[in-house]
Nanobody, 121 residues
Framework: QVQLAESGGDSVQAGGSLRLSCAAS????????MGWTRQAPGKQREWVAT????????WYSDSVKGRFTISQDNDKNTVYLQMNSLKPEDTAMYSC??????????????WGQGTQVTVSS
């Protein structure tokens, strides 16, 4: 099993920055892709970014492209989400996910509890 623990969520003003972290523990061998999703109250879960282990390939949703950066530290089994130029519409619960398959949304099997990001105008 893989356990994922997010941290770094906070309340910030629009235009500010935050860095989220997701630490993977347990049986992490074979993880091929990790990613971040977010869900605001009353809205569907939205995929934000994914990264292939090793960092060779990343993907971003159009809503965050150019503002967010996903990265990883393989030695620490940790994935980061650097969020800049935050907007009120970025307010959501951000969750980390991991998979031993492809980066397709349906293939993610392991999920963290989430960390809350609130952006005020």
């Amino acid at each position: 099993q893989v356990q994922l623990a997010e941290s770094g969520g906070d309340s910030v003003q629009a235009g500010g920055s935050l860095r989220l972290s997701c630490a993977a523990s347990g049986y992490t061998s074979g993880i091929t892709c990790m990613g971040w999703t977010r869900q605001a109250p009353g809205k569907q879960r939205e995929w934000v970014a994914t990264i292939v282990r090793g960092g060779a390939s990343t993907w971003y949703s159009d809503s965050v492209k150019g503002r967010f950066t996903i990265s990883q530290d393989n030695d620490k089994n940790t994935v980061y989400l650097q969020m800049n130029s935050l907007k009120p519409e970025d307010t959501a619960m951000y969750s980390c996910a991991a998979t031993r398959a492809s980066c397709a949304a349906a293939d993610f099997r392991y999920w963290g509890q989430g960390t809350q990001v609130t952006v005020s105008s």
